[in-house]
């Protein structure tokens, strides 16, 4: 099983930063897709953005391009949403997720059905 843990999140003002962070039991974390997806109130759970198992490619969902950055330190186990420009839309319930498939791509990792670990989310809260 693996355990999936997210911290970072909070409330902060519109235009603000927040770096969510992620870590993940797995031994072969360097092995997997990591992503992050988000559920507001009242809607359904949403890509945001994932990062290929090397690190060296990401995928974003338009609304974030250009504000939010995905990392990942492969030696830490851990991955990192660093999202900046932060917007009253932006609040939700942020989720970290492992895929399930070793040496996934991430162009095609990116629905729920893709991933098998989650964590149980961290609040961002953005006010105007």
């Known amino acids: 099983q693996v355990q999936v843990v997210e911290t970072g999140g909070g409330l902060v003002q519109a235009g603000g930063s927040l770096r969510l962070s992620c870590a993940a039991s797995?031994?072969?974390?360097?092995?997997?897709?990591m992503g992050w997806f988000r559920q507001a109130p009242g809607k359904e759970r949403e890509f945001v953005a994932a990062?290929?198992?090397?690190?060296?490619?990401?995928y974003y969902t338009d609304s974030v391009k250009g504000r939010f950055a995905i990392s990942r330190d492969n030696a830490k186990n851990t991955v990192y949403l660093q999202m900046n420009s932060l917007k009253p839309d932006d609040t939700a319930v942020y989720y970290c997720?492992?895929?399930?498939?070793?040496?996934?791509?991430?162009?095609?990792?990116?629905?729920?059905?893709?991933?098998?670990?989650w964590g149980q989310g961290t609040q961002v809260t953005v006010s105007s």
């Open positions: 997720a492992v895929a399930s498939r070793i040496y996934g791509e991430v162009t095609t990792t990116r629905a729920m059905e893709d991933f098998g670990s």
């Open positions: 797995r031994r072969t974390f360097n092995s997997y897709v």
């Open positions: 990062i290929s198992w090397s690190g060296g490619s990401t």
